[in-house]
């Protein structure tokens, strides 16, 4: 999956300059405002709201605005209501795309997110024309110039942490885990010295589809971008695999 690990890695730089310009942290606000508001304030008991919470703190987002946001979805200050809906379609070249939005107005999501998808050659699908296609799983990338251990020494203390598996991608290895064990693993890592590009639980394809047409190529990635700029989305998960040369 290198091609789809060259996009991860554009998406995580872009991250960070979005979380500098401090674009990313509305979206943040949403997702935590929402995990508290479905499983309360308590940070000990309610596994969505951490997990939101330290994607925040990844993020460099002021700990008074995560506290709002928290107190915001508990109950505890007025604010809108948002609901969480996933759409699910295809980009050029039949890519599977499955979207996790937050969003105060569907109507007005499901028609920008329709409005892309046609602008970009893709179409909007029915519910669960692709969601079958991913599973949710725990995702831990390490910077191979960052590891001081070999391979093998990753792999033995990845399953040993209750890791599914390990996956060398291009100048990184990916260190995958059910969701049940995202913060065990996680745990475990950090204590043997293994430090983490990023770590959270995300869809991962089952499958993926090669795009070699540089036409195809360049409208996927637009829609990539396009949909990832919208306020309402959250998420964006697909299935392509892109050739190094043409990523570049």
Partial sequence: MAGHSKWANIKRRKARVDAQKGKIFTKLAREIIVAAREGGGDLETNFSLRLAVQKARDNNMPNDNIQRAIQRGSGGLEGESFDQVNYEGYASGGVAVLLETLTDNRNRT???????????????????????????????????????????????????????????????????????????????????????????????????????????????????????????????????????????
């Avoid at 064990?181 to 983490?196: M, P, R």
């Avoid at 998420?235 to 990523?247: K, Q, R, S, T, W």
């Fill in 110 to 248: 499901v028609a920008e997110i329709r409005h892309l998808f046609s602008r970009y050659g893709g179409n909007l699908g029915e519910t669960g024309c692709v969601a079958w296609m991913f599973q949710r799983k725990g995702l831990f990338i390490v910077k191979k110039e960052d590891l001081a251990v070999s391979e093998d020494d990753l792999m033995l203390m990845a399953l040993e942490a209750g890791a599914e598996d390990v996956r060398e991608e291009d100048d990184t290895y990916s260190v995958i885990s059910s969701p049940d064990h995202f913060e065990e693993v996680k745990e475990y890592l950090h204590k043997q010295g293994i430090d983490f590009e990023s770590a959270e639980v995300t869809m991962l394809p089952q499958n993926t589809v090669e795009i070699d047409n540089p036409d195809e190529v360049r409208r996927i990635l637009e829609l990539m971008e396009a949909l990832e700029d919208n306020d309402d989305v959250q998420n964006v998960y697909a299935n392509f695999e892109i050739p190094g040369d043409l990523m570049e």
